[in-house]
């Protein structure tokens, strides 16, 4: 299974691009700024979520362009074609419209076809950054792998500023309201726990058939900051009530959660190794979701400026293990000399100034 004639329509830098005749290697090759990146955050969107940028969809929308931005793709599936598109319009430039086969559908229904994994440079600093990107990011591996998580990581963020903007009011908010809020908070909270844990549960033993080089192995450990279960949760948050009127915001709950990371050999956190060390894991985890994500479905691995980062050996491991990923893989580089091993089997596609042209 494989996405083949990609169109992107008035799309960051591409007024009208197309990617045809794809394989399982795909390789992008420009200068920098020349629009590679672009084409990963669009196919990107080809799933729930806000893509790998997070950007707004407005900033999406090619500058001087009066209408939205489309995103299509075929998703060739025994011998069949499934059309895949993402849009937006001007007149509604803050929603993200979604169609398969033509009919009107939802973000979340595009994960039932297609599991998209990616890894760029602005992931670098995981292990040493704020906890709410280690969140975002199990969040965003385990929609890829259950896509109704993207639904309830949104309905519980929604209560949990309802339940914020409560705590904060001069008025002391009655109880039968906290009681509403907090009863949706604990219905999609615990549910987005037990994803997580799935998901780290999951990821840990993957991890452990890896083998541990040349790539450091982690170790992972899924740290609730409240009880994982809908009683725990519930009662969790109506004794801290008080507290949280205080503080005029909720105090525990999954959105303060977190993702503990260890070098497994060495037995050090990740945030404390090498930078070395903290790409290698983070190819190792990205690797081993990607073969799990792409069981069942389509998987989609995105990797941006990851071969030039890498020294010759594993590189040559990274290739090899992405042969056998059944996933389709995207890469981007500057300069095609760090895919020269696996050129022959590769689709090559030169970007120039927001023009793509086949290699």
């Known amino acids: 299974m494989a996405l083949d004639r990609i169109s992107l329509t008035d799309f960051r830098n591409h007024g ?3 990617l045809g005749d794809t394989a399982q290697f795909n390789l992008l090759v420009g200068e ?12 990107s969107l080809l799933a729930p979520g806000r893509g790998l940028r997070r950007a707004a969809l407005g900033d999406m929308v090619r500058n001087g362009s009066d209408a939205g931005f489309g995103v299509g793709a075929s998703l060739l599936q025994d011998g069949e074609a499934v059309r895949l598109a993402t849009y937006s319009e001007s007149a509604n430039p803050g ?8 009919a009107e559908s ?3 229904s595009l994960g039932e076809w297609l599991a998209v994994t990616w890894l760029t440079p602005a992931m670098d600093g995981l292990f040493t950054g704020a906890a709410g990107d280690r969140r975002r990011y199990m969040d965003r591996l385990a929609l890829a792998l259950e896509p109704a998580h993207a639904s309830h990581a949104a309905r519980y963020e929604g209560a949990l500023r309802e339940r914020n903007r409560l705590l904060s009011d001069l008025r002391e908010p009655e109880s039968a309201w906290l009681d509403a809020i907090e009863a949706q908070m604990v219905q999609h909270g ?5 994803g997580r844990a799935r998901l780290v549960e999951t990821l840990a033993v993957r991890l452990a058939e890896m083998p541990a080089e040349p790539f450091a192995r982690p170790a992972l450990t899924y740290a609730p900051s409240a009880p994982d279960h809908s009683d725990g949760l519930s009662q969790a948050l109506y004794d801290n009530r008080k507290r949280d009127r205080a503080a005029q915001r909720t105090l525990l709950g999954p959105h303060r959660d977190e993702l503990e990371v260890i070098h497994a050999a060495k037995r050090v956190p990740a945030a404390q190794s090498s930078t070395g060390e903290q790409k290698a894991m983070l190819v190792a985890m990205t690797l081993a979701h990607a073969g799990l994500a792409a069981q069942g479905r389509a998987g989609l691995l995105l990797l941006d400026e990851v071969a030039a980062h890498l020294d ?6 990274l290739f090899e293990q992405l042969r056998s990923s059944g996933a389709q893989v995207w890469m981007t580089g500057t300069e095609p000399a760090p895919f020269s091993s696996i050129a022959t089997e ?3 596609w030169a970007v120039t100034a927001g023009s793509v042209t086949r290699a």
């Open 95 to 102: 929603r993200r419209r979604v169609r398969i086969n033509g």
């Open 106 to 108: 939802s973000a979340t």
């Open 346 to 348: 590769s689709a090559v």
């Open 312 to 317: 010759p050996v594993r590189r040559a491991a």
């Open 190 to 194: 615990s549910a987005l726990m037990a």
């Open 32 to 43: 920098n700024g020349a629009g590679k990146t672009n084409i990963l955050e669009a196919l």
């Open 16 to 18: 009208s691009t197309e």
